[in-house]
């Protein structure tokens, strides 16, 4: 089946700092990516949906400008966490879909902790 | 989005199989019902998913009622590597641009 891989797994870093999560299709192109973060005890929530070379879309009380996604290619997408306060960490979770009529595969997950 | 309601945890026996039922009485005509599990710390992993037949695949059953208002995930022999948070969820068709919204779900716990 298709694979969906994140980097890093898990991380850690000071508030105040900006951290990059990457998210890859690795046997397929994705025209599309999702980004979900989900917090202790609590369900996927969506943030942001990207389309290969435009402008995610952002869910509503997602800032845009915290939460930068660029997908510049069809096999990679990437989350940044700028300025990152304890209360941005979370498990960020990608979906990567082939096309409009397949249904999407999600990464493992990346543990983010805010210190 | 149609909305899901589920019991927010179940146990069951390993070996024995366990019926994970769903409802969603608004579901509209266009909308699959999907099922998705997610084990702790790990991304979510798709299981199955029908419009209003029943479906089985390696992994489960989906009976779907003839009104389509609820439906049950079966799993046949529970192991112990199945206890997870099951999630069911009504989507449009994959040809939607919409994603999956999940709800709570269902933490399901096999027990030796």
């Known amino acids: 089946g298709a694979v969906v891989s994140q980097h890093p797994s898990w991380v850690i870093c000071k508030s105040g700092t900006s951290v990059k999560i990457e998210c890859r299709s690795l046997?397929?192109?994705?025209?599309?990516m999702f980004w979900y973060r989900q917090f202790p005890k609590q369900s996927l929530m969506l943030m942001a949906t990207?389309?290969?070379?435009?402008?995610?879309?952002?869910e509503q009380g997602v800032e845009k400008d915290k939460f930068l996604i660029n997908h510049a290619s069809l096999t990679l997408s990437t989350l940044t966490v700028t300025s990152a306060h304890p209360e941005d960490s979370s498990f960020y979770i990608c979906?990567?879909?082939?096309?409009?009529?397949?249904?999407?595969?999600f990464g493992p997950g990346t543990r983010l902790t805010v210190t | 989005d149609a909305k899901t309601t589920q019991p927010p945890s179940m146990d069951c026996a390993e070996g024995r199989a366990a019926n994970l039922p769903c409802n969603h009485s608004?579901?509209?005509?266009?909308?699959?019902v999907y099922w998705y599990r997610q084990i702790h710390s790990q991304g979510p992993q798709y299981i199955i998913h029908?419009?209003?037949n029943n479906e089985t695949n390696e992994m489960a059953s989906l009976i779907i009622t003839e009104d389509r208002k609820s439906s049950t995930l079966i799993l046949p022999h529970a192991t112990l590597r199945d206890t997870a948070v099951y999630y069911c969820?009504?989507?449009?068709?994959?040809?939607?641009?919409?994603?999956?919204?999940f709800g709570s779900g269902t933490q399901l716990t096999v027990l030796p």
């Open positions: 046997d397929f192109q994705a025209t599309t």
């Open positions: 608004t579901i509209s005509g266009n909308e699959y």
């Open positions: 979906s990567a879909r082939p096309s409009v009529s397949t249904d999407g595969y």
């Open positions: 990207s389309n290969e070379g435009s402008k995610a879309t952002y």
């Open positions: 969820i009504v989507s449009p068709s994959s040809g939607s641009a919409r994603q999956l919204t």
């Open positions: 029908g419009l209003k």
